[in-house]
Nanobody, 128 residues
Framework: VQLVESGGGLVRAGGSLRLSCAFS????????IGWFRQAPGKEREGVAY?????????LYGEPAKGRFSISVDQGKTTVFLQMNNLVPEDTAVYYC?????????????????????WGKGTQVTVSS
């Protein structure tokens, strides 16, 4: 199982970035994928999650609602996080995590302890 994040960088406040999480070693239909972030001195927090046994259901953490969007490509090998209207408080290392697709779909999946494997992260820095 491998998760590789990309797309991070430096952006000004109000700008946008699209992060990618390329995964291999498993089938998307069998897994849920989440985006999490961790700022210095803070706990890892859930940003967004996607996964479903029949269609792509999504969950969003409070910082992401109305600004970020999670999606999966047609080939079902990459999960994206589109981030718009970025603010300096969004500065963090962004990680994607994976979990064997659970039978439930609720905000517990935005807790980092729900994920079973992780990528190495990509840095996002938003300047004011």
């Amino acid at each position: 199982v491998q998760l590789v994040e990309s797309g991070g960088g430096l952006v000004r406040a109000g700008g946008s970035l699209r992060l990618s999480c390329a995964f291999s070693g498993f089938t998307y239909a069998d897994r849920g994928i989440g985006w999490f972030r961790q700022a210095p001195g803070k706990e890892r927090e859930g940003v967004a999650y996607i996964g479903s046994r029949r269609f792509d259901e999504t969950l969003y953490g409070e910082p992401a609602k109305g600004r970020f969007s999670i999606s999966v490509d047609q080939g079902k090998t990459t999960v994206f996080l589109q981030m718009n209207n970025l603010v300096p408080e969004d500065t963090a290392v962004y990680y994607c995590g994976g979990v064997d697709l659970p039978s439930y779909m609720d905000e517990d999946l935005l807790d980092y302890s729900a994920m079973e494997y992780w990528g190495k992260g990509t840095q996002v820095t938003v300047s004011s």
